[in-house]
């Protein structure tokens, strides 16, 4: 079973529907949203989820992949924290991103 069963880039205004990213981005951090996908979790249940690379500059300058998804409650998320590339690195982390949960037929 596949882990991405579905994906596709997000046609709409992305601010629509922007989730709340405060608790993974500091002042000086610099957030791209990459794709909106769908994503099996570990319990087999396809979930909705929006792509951001995140450039951090607190302890360094790191890129992160974060794949946040709604949980249960109205205002909830889970973040899940998909890869991690030294240096500023939207576009490989993209190209990784698109790799990884990009169409596949």
């Given at each position: 079973?596949p882990d991405t069963i579905e994906s596709?880039?997000?046609?709409?205004?992305?601010?629509?529907?922007?989730?709340?990213?405060?608790?993974?981005?500091?002042?000086?951090?610099?957030?791209?949203?990459?794709?909106?996908?769908?994503?099996?979790n570990r319990h087999g249940w396809a979930?909705?989820?929006?792509?951001?690379?995140?450039?951090?500059?607190?302890?360094?300058?790191?890129?992160?992949?974060?794949?946040?998804?709604?949980?249960?409650?109205?205002?909830?998320?889970?973040?899940?924290?998909?890869?991690?590339?030294?240096?500023?690195?939207?576009?490989?982390?993209?190209?990784?991103?698109?790799?990884?949960?990009?169409?596949?037929?």
């Amino acid at each position: 079973m596949p882990d991405t069963i579905e994906s596709d880039i997000i046609e709409t205004d992305v601010a629509e529907t922007e989730p709340d990213l405060s608790l993974v981005i500091g002042p000086d951090d610099d957030a791209t949203f990459i794709m909106s996908c769908r994503h099996r979790n570990r319990h087999g249940w396809a979930e909705q989820g929006l792509i951001y690379a995140v450039v951090h500059r607190r302890f360094g300058i790191w890129t992160h992949v974060y794949r946040v998804v709604r949980d249960r409650t109205p205002t909830g998320l889970t973040v899940y924290l998909e890869k991690a590339i030294e240096g500023d690195c939207v576009g490989l982390a993209r190209d990784w991103v698109l790799d990884r949960f990009g169409d596949r037929s």
